[in-house]
């Protein structure tokens, strides 16, 4: 049985999103895909659209890359919801210019208020160097702010590197 909420941590195509998948797969309960990205370009709508194919007809998608908070409110107690990702949803909010603290807030409450059982991915982007630009260390810093409060909640936390799982918190089911 899967932890109410998990969080699954890599770097860009560390297997973070692979793991997670395999982890829903194998609770056999109904499973809900919310998709935060936004295809905005060819290269975008592909990744989405072999993303879509990969995971097969067995899974409910729902696209919410701004008001995921109200997404999770209304998902049924009986399924697995895989967020992918929490670094997609927060780089929505940042480029929509909504206020960052405000809509975290209603994010994190929500992960704990939804009834169902969450898996949520996201980037662990503190490893590298310090960005160059104002912009993108702003983004660096929001983003280890938001793993951390989503990990400080989560009963499972993973770190995928290389395709490999290592247990931050808890147990794997």
Not at 4 to 24: D, P
Not at 27 to 50: G, L, N
Not at 74 to 99: F, G, H, I, Y
């Amino acid at each position: 049985m899967l932890p109410k909420l998990s969080l699954i941590l890599g770097g860009a195509a560390s297997g973070k999103s692979a793991f997670a998948e395999v982890m829903v797969m194998a609770s056999r309960q109904p499973r809900i895909y919310i998709a935060t990205a936004q295809a905005f370009d060819d290269e975008m709508r592909r990744k989405v659209q072999k993303h879509l194919i990969q995971r097969g007809p067995d899974w409910r998608t729902i696209e919410a890359p701004l008001n995921t908070a109200d997404v999770l409110k209304d998902l049924p107690a009986d399924a697995v919801v895989l967020l992918d990702c929490a670094t997609m949803w927060l780089s929505n909010q940042m480029l929509a210019e909504n206020d960052l603290a405000s809509e975290q807030a209603k994010f994190l409450e929500a992960l704990q208020a939804c009834p169902a059982h969450v898996v949520v991915v996201s980037n662990e982007v503190g490893l590298d160097v310090v960005p160059e630009n104002a912009l993108a260390r702003r983004f660096r810093d929001a983003q280890g702010t938001l793993n951390q409060a989503i990990a400080k909640r989560a009963t499972l936390a993973v770190l995928v590197v290389a395709g490999l799982p290592m247990v931050l918190k808890g147990e794997l089911p």
